[in-house]
Structure formats: C-alpha cells, structure tokens
C-alpha cells in the first residue's frame, strides 16, 4: 500500500466522516468475496456480524494481526467503525469466513495492553496505514498515546463444526461443488482487478496542465527589448493519458531544472532555447525508472527546444495582458530531433515574463518506448505532451 497509486489523503477521503463512500463499497463488497473463499493469505478474512439496527447479516473485509500465536482485529477507523458497534451489540459472537466458516467470539482488549497489537497491525496490514497517525516503526509510547481510540479484539474460535463441510459426512466438497467454488472465486478475483482499476483511474491524482501563474498580475515595468533569462519557478515536464474501463485520467512528471534564454528584438522573440534535465523529472513526487528506461535518460539526459522561427508579440502583451501565439521550432529527445510546433500563452508581470506551452510528443516518433499500462483493462495513450513554464528575468 505504501506504493499504490492513490494517495493517502484521498483514501482518508474514501471514508470521509467514518462512512464509506460509494467507490469504498464497492471495493469492499469485492474483497469480502475474495476473503470468504481464502484465496487471500490468512490473516485476509470476511467477518460476518448481525446488524444492530437492520437484523440483517452484515460482512467486512479485514485483516488480522498475529502477535505470540494469537489473532486479533483492529478496526482502521477507530471508534466509530460500524463492525465494532454491531459486535458489540451481538456480544462479541462473529463467524470468520477464510474458506471455511468459524464461529468465533470477539474479546476487546483493555487500553493498556492494545499498543503491541497496534504496532504488528500496521506493519502487516497496509490498508491501515492512511487512517491511524501513527508510523509503522514508531515507537511503542506513540502507539501507546492512540490505544484509547482504536479497540482491539482477541479471536477465540468457537467448538463449532464447520459450516462448509458437506452433507454426506465428509469434509470435502462434492466435486460438482468445488467447480462452483472455482468460478466464483475466478470471478471475484477478475472483479477485484477491475475495481482496482477503476479506483486508480477514478481517485487517483490527476496531472493538470501547466499553466500561467494564478493571482494578481502587475504592471509591466523596464524595457521589453533584451536577452531573458530562465529562473526560479520555472517548470517543465510531460502529461499521458490513460483510459480504463470508460474512465480516463492522466499522469505526468516535472523537473525545475530548466535553464535557457530567450532574446526579444523590439516586439520580436527573434530567438529563444532552453534545455531540461530529464534525468530530474519526478512522478507524483518520485523518481521512476520506468520514466527513465521509456525515454532513454541514461544516454539522452537532456532535451533541448531551439526556436527556429520569429514570434511577434502584440499589443495585448506588452500592455501586460495575455497572449496567445503559436511558434515553430526543434526538439531533440532521446536521440532524435525533429521540427515542433508549440501552442503558447505568454504575459508580462511587473519586471518578470511568464510564458507556458505544450508541445505534442507521439512516443514512437522519438524512439520512445510504450510505458506499461493495464493490460487488457486499459491503456496509454500514444502521443503525450511536453510542457512548460517558465519564467525569465531580463539580464
């Protein structure tokens, strides 16, 4: 969980207030499923209670902790979780479902003993992690300070026979049985790598567009006339599209290490070029090797723009106003160079020009190779953009 795609922050949101949002339902109506068949590891199990206030059998997917030989629960949200209320108003009496069936009786620990079951928890149930403040390594006075709002229950299983065995006296299923067992189980599995999917696509963060600065513009000031410089808040990087399932998102990677210049003849931008680090580029704040193998950073580290082509500047934005303008000019990436067209939007801000563009990039027109996508769920598209923001300073 550590490495999957959607933040911690917007899994906190899928159970915003304690609830379950409809997308977190989903998912654990999926798992529930894949845990009562066992085909998750041990400690995955779907604990089934009666519902305080509908009588009806209601099921969670969970994730036990094993500390000196024994299990435990803990619930992610604390107090207000709804299977600790209805265990509680059932008596602690629960059935465990991990292939087989368990009846079992749920035993809350005291405060003072929680804080070593709160610390393996963490460690070796990740979906977790985003909801309790405390870091998996911590120390055990930290797991000590939140005992009193994360209940604990120690599982005892009942002298109860099995409620899976069949029938005839045996504890193997029928063989037409075991098919049935079989199919679901394929069909749970498939339905959890398509929720999963679809909640990277639908939660996870999606790259914007670079774009000009938001909040208040000053008056131009100083000659527009000169050679300008790239500084600080400066940007570059790219944004892919990816689909699955009919939904659709996009990823992206920047870089502040951008540096060039550009030279500005009377109301003329008669040259301009700029480089980018590529090796620099990070993805949702990490470097990615996948990045770094697709376009070839080890041999190409760098990409230059050179403008090739004049760009008149209007009256628009040397009153300070945005404009919009196209130029042409050479990209060279990954070994290739070719000639680029760069939809722009530029202004002036006080002492400071501020311009932003992209760039269209097909993939295969610069050697770049395919990044992984979702198989047979999904893709990338083929063509991304290369995207800039820069800001110069007049030397």
Not at 127 to 146: C, E, K, L, N, S
Not at 233 to 252: I, K, Q, T
């Given at each position: 969980?550590?490495?999957?795609?959607?933040?911690?922050?917007?899994?906190?949101?899928?159970?915003?207030?304690?609830?379950?949002?409809?997308?977190?339902?989903?998912?654990?109506?999926?798992?529930?499923?894949?845990?009562?068949?066992?085909?998750?590891?041990?400690?995955?199990?779907?604990?089934?209670?009666?519902?305080?206030?509908?009588?009806?059998?209601?099921?969670?997917?969970?994730?036990?902790?094993?500390?000196?030989?024994?299990?435990?629960?803990?619930?992610?949200?604390g107090?207000?979780?709804?299977?600790v209320q209805?265990?509680?108003?059932?008596?602690?009496?629960?059935?465990?479902?991990?292939?087989?069936?368990?009846?079992?009786?749920?035993a809350?620990?005291?405060v003072?003993?929680?804080?070593?079951?709160?610390?393996?928890?963490?460690?070796?149930v990740?979906?977790?992690?985003p909801?309790?403040?405390?870091?998996?390594?911590?120390?055990?006075?930290?797991?000590?300070?939140?005992?009193?709002?994360?209940?604990?229950?120690?599982?005892?299983?009942?002298?109860?026979q099995?409620?899976?065995?069949?029938?005839?006296?045996?504890g193997?299923l029928?063989?037409?049985?075991?098919?049935?067992?079989?199919?679901?189980?394929?069909?749970?599995?498939?339905?959890?790598?398509?929720?999963?999917?679809?909640?990277?696509?639908?939660?996870?963060?999606?790259?914007?567009?670079?774009?000009?600065?938001?909040?208040?513009?000053?008056?131009?000031?100083?000659?527009?006339?000169?050679?300008?410089?790239?500084?600080?808040g400066?940007?570059?990087?790219?944004?892919?599209?990816?689909?699955?399932?009919?939904?659709?998102?996009?990823?992206?990677?920047?870089?502040?290490?951008?540096?060039?210049?550009?030279?500005?003849?009377?109301?003329?931008?008669?040259?301009?070029?700029?480089?980018?680090?590529?090796?620099?580029?990070?993805?949702?704040?990490?470097?990615?090797?996948?990045?770094?193998?697709?376009?070839g950073?080890?041999?190409?580290?760098?990409?230059?723009?050179?403008?090739t082509?004049?760009?008149?500047?209007?009256?628009?934005?040397?009153?300070?106003?945005?404009?919009?303008a196209?130029?042409?000019?050479?990209?060279?990436?990954?070994?290739?160079?070719?000639?680029?067209?760069?939809?722009l939007?530029?202004?002036?801000?006080?002492?400071?020009?501020?311009?932003?563009?992209?760039?269209?990039?097909?993939?295969?027109?610069?050697?770049?190779?395919?990044?992984?996508?979702?198989?047979?769920?999904?893709?990338?598209?083929?063509?991304?953009?290369?995207?800039?923001?820069?800001?110069?300073?007049?030397?």
């Amino acid at each position: 969980m550590d490495n999957w795609p959607i933040s911690a922050k917007r899994l906190r949101a899928m159970y915003a207030n304690g609830r379950a949002d409809s997308m977190a339902r989903r998912l654990a109506r999926a798992w529930a499923a894949v845990f009562s068949l066992g085909l998750a590891p041990q400690r995955w199990v779907t604990l089934e209670v009666t519902g305080r206030r509908s009588g009806r059998l209601t099921r969670f997917p969970l994730g036990m902790a094993r500390l000196d030989g024994r299990w435990y629960l803990v619930p992610m949200l604390g107090e207000q979780c709804n299977w600790v209320q209805n265990v509680r108003a059932a008596g602690g009496l629960v059935t465990l479902r991990h292939g087989r069936a368990r009846r079992c009786r749920l035993a809350e620990l005291p405060v003072s003993e929680r804080a070593p079951v709160l610390r393996q928890y963490l460690r070796h149930v990740p979906g977790a992690r985003p909801h309790i403040p405390v870091a998996r390594d911590a120390d055990a006075a930290d797991f000590a300070a939140v005992a009193p709002l994360y209940p604990v229950f120690l599982v005892t299983s009942l002298p109860e026979q099995s409620t899976t065995r069949s029938r005839t006296g045996g504890g193997r299923l029928p063989r037409r049985r075991r098919w049935q067992w079989i199919a679901v189980g394929i069909t749970a599995v498939m339905a959890i790598v398509v929720a999963a999917v679809a909640s990277f696509i639908e939660l996870g963060p999606s790259a914007a567009p670079l774009g000009l600065p938001q909040g208040r513009v000053s008056a131009p000031a100083g000659p527009l006339a000169g050679t300008w410089q790239i500084g600080g808040g400066s940007l570059a990087g790219f944004r892919l599209r990816e689909s699955a399932l009919g939904l659709s998102n996009y990823v992206g990677g920047q870089t502040t290490a951008v540096t060039g210049t550009i030279v500005i003849s009377g109301h003329t931008v008669t040259a301009a070029s700029f480089r980018i680090n590529l090796t620099t580029v990070k993805v949702n704040g990490k470097t990615e090797s996948q990045f770094a193998d697709s376009l070839g950073t080890r041999d190409h580290p760098v990409a230059m723009f050179t403008l090739t082509r004049p760009v008149a500047l209007n009256g628009a934005f040397t009153a300070g106003r945005t404009m919009k303008a196209i130029a042409v000019g050479q990209l060279a990436m990954n070994g290739s160079e070719h000639s680029v067209t760069v939809t722009l939007t530029g202004r002036r801000n006080g002492t400071l020009l501020q311009t932003a563009g992209f760039i269209p990039v097909p993939l295969a027109h610069w050697h770049i190779s395919q990044p992984a996508g979702f198989g047979p769920f999904g893709t990338l598209a083929a063509e991304g953009d290369a995207e800039f923001l820069l800001i110069l300073h007049r030397q």
